[in-house]
């Protein structure tokens, strides 16, 4: 019979998420996820851009990254929620082959009832405006490549709300969902991918400002017994999967949301 099907393949060699050559943005990199995430991609070759508002600390951050040997960490000054700090990560970048936006998130627990316009509108606009204009600004040349990687950092709340949350950043965090997955479907012809990756709760320096913000009795021990591991995630389990998703090895996943939270979530 001839064919493919049933067929057994010839060997290959092992897939190596290999990043050399490709640029890569990681947004709100300074700490926690975002930190680990550049740290990630630096480690598999890529040149990775870091940004923030304060350029001491964007400068410790650069030489702490050139430590690690193989990528070249670059860094950018500005406010990714102005044009012009958006325009100032673009023109540092250059040509942006991944772009992970990780920036967002929210300290003060608000309900629907407590919220005022302009909270919901913060966070709107931190966790799903910035990303959408990050994307629109670095699809045109993703396209014409015919390569590119989008990957958004999401929050396990887009699938299951829990008390002492922020309203606008549940509502944010699951229409940046929505939203990868519909631009995964539009790019994918373009050899584009977009994907999402939903952590849970995870041991990170904005947890602890969240801790500060929240009402008594909220703390690591209440968060880790939610969680079937019995602990919170540490920044390095979220990072992990960004390397695959960045490179060729993941060219045939998209509009995939990844849910990384201890078996806290599992549909």
């Known amino acids: 019979m001839t064919g493919t099907v049933g067929t057994v393949p010839a060997p290959v060699a092992p897939l190596a998420f290999d990043l050399t050559g490709r640029t890569a943005v990681v947004t709100g990199a300074r700490r926690g996820i975002g930190a680990a995430i550049a740290a990630a991609l630096l480690d598999h070759g890529a040149t990775v851009v870091v940004c923030g508002r304060d350029a001491a600390q964007v400068d410790a951050q650069v ?10 960490p670059v860094g950018c000054v500005g406010d990714l929620t102005t044009q012009a700090g958006r325009e100032q990560l673009l023109r540092t970048a250059g040509a942006v082959d991944i772009l992970v936006n990780n920036a967002g998130g929210f300290t003060r627990p608000v309900t629907a009832l407590q919220s005022t316009a302009d909270e919901w509108d913060e966070q709107i606009a931190l966790n799903l ?10 699809l045109p040349g993703m396209v014409e490549r015919r390569w590119g990687r989008i990957i958004n950092i999401g929050s396990v709340v887009a699938t299951a709300p829990q008390p002492d949350n922020a309203i606008g950043y549940v509502a944010a965090k699951s229409g940046l969902v929505g939203f990868t997955r519909q631009l995964a479907v539009e ?7 977009a994907n999402v990756v939903n952590p849970g709760t995870v041991a990170t320096e904005h947890l602890l400002d969240y801790f500060a913000a929240a009402d008594e009795g909220v703390g690591e021990e209440s968060l880790s017994s939610r969680i079937p591991v019995g602990r919170l995630g540490r920044p390095d389990e979220i990072a992990a999967v960004v390397p695959f998703l960045a490179s060729d090895a993941g060219a045939f996943t998209t509009g995939a949301v990844i849910d990384i939270n201890g078996g806290a979530v599992t549909a």
């Open 187 to 193: 790019v994918a012809r373009y050899g584009v991918t």
């Open 63 to 72: 030489e702490q990254l050139a430590r690690r040997g193989r990528g070249k």
């Open 129 to 138: 405006t910035v990303p959408f204009l990050l994307c629109q600004a670095v």
